[in-house]
């Protein structure tokens, strides 16, 4: 009986430490044109996608976008949760779909797009949107060489 006591307890604890964790992501200082609701939500999102916690990430991002529809950058971070460069996993018509909520057409995206800042942003995921690495160019690059191909493709 004390052993499963003791090993409940640890469990609990664990689990503390766990949740504890995935509430501290850190501190990002990324200023945009919505709302402080929906700056929340964004703010959020770009940690747990910096933390490689994808859906939670496009989760917040969506929220961000509940609380201020056209909200671009809040479109431009779930385009970006379908980019997984460490796993050389990319959706890119889950990213499309999730720039297209800003419009139909690159000219009616820009728009929404309410500062040069993020204006850019947006811009930069449309005309690189998610480059694809041929196979027989992973294959000679080392991982931590394509990870950083990849980002510079996505970052400019």
Known sequence: MRRRLVCGFGVLLI???????????????????????????????????????????????????????GFAMAC???AMTFNHPLWMEQDPKAARKA??????TKEARQAKAATK?????????????????????????????LVLTIHRCNWG
């Open 99 to 104: 720039l297209e909520k800003l419009g139909p």
């Open 15 to 69: 689990a503390a430490g766990l949740r504890a964790q995935s509430e501290d992501l850190g501190r990002i200082d990324f200023p945009t044109s919505g709302s402080p609701e929906a700056q929340k939500h964004f703010l959020r999102g770009a940690l747990l996608l910096h933390s490689f916690e994808f859906d939670d990430a496009a989760e917040e991002f969506r929220q961000a976008q509940k609380i201020e529809p």
């Open 76 to 78: 431009w971070g779930e």
């Open 117 to 145: 800042r993020e204006h850019g942003r947006t811009r930069q995921v449309t005309h690189k949107h998610l480059p694809q690495v041929s196979t027989v160019a992973a294959s000679r690059l080392s991982r931590s060489s």
